[in-house]
């Protein structure tokens, strides 16, 4: 098995590599690209010859994004700095990936050592008296 540093120097010189590179560090940046209600329903899923493809929530919302085509090829290429590295976008219904709940959601250290020392059923009643105290009933 090769290691790393004999691999990476001719990696770095492949153009193709870091075309690929420049196309994840654009595809990252998906939000931006078409506005955070497209990403939340659409995440770009790989790139190959030019062309990105899409994995959207529906067809409804793959249809939108098939309007917005142009735009987006438009916006792909000014985030990556390159005007020609994507050509083609691909839209097709499957599933997203799980998105990763934000910093704020996830349980307070306290809370998850209590979480892991309490049953089901009492952390059921403990979020339902504190959702009951903040007027949600």
């Known amino acids: 098995m090769r290691r790393l540093r004999q691999v990476l120097p001719a990696a770095l010189e492949n153009d193709e590599v ?3 590179a420049r196309a994840q560090a654009a595809m990252r940046r ?9 990403a939340d329903r659409s995440f770009p899923d790989r790139f190959g010859r030019g062309t990105v493809w899409v994995a959207v929530e529906g067809s409804a919302w793959a249809q939108e994004l098939r309007m917005m085509k142009e735009k ?4 792909l290429n000014e985030v ?3 005007k020609a590295l994507f050509t083609d976008v691909r839209f097709g219904v499957r599933p997203l990936p799980a ?3 934000p910093k704020e959601e996830l349980p307070e250290p306290e809370e998850k050592q209590l979480m892991q020392e309490l049953s ?5 009643e403990r979020r339902l008296a504190k959702w009951k105290n903040e007027g949600r009933d």
């Open 30 to 38: 998906w939000p931006e690209v078409v506005g955070p209600m497209l």
């Open 120 to 124: 089901i059923r009492e952390i059921a």
């Open 99 to 101: 998105k990763v709940k």
């Open 18 to 20: 870091l075309r690929i």
């Open 72 to 75: 987006i090829l438009i916006r």
């Open 80 to 82: 990556s700095g390159e």
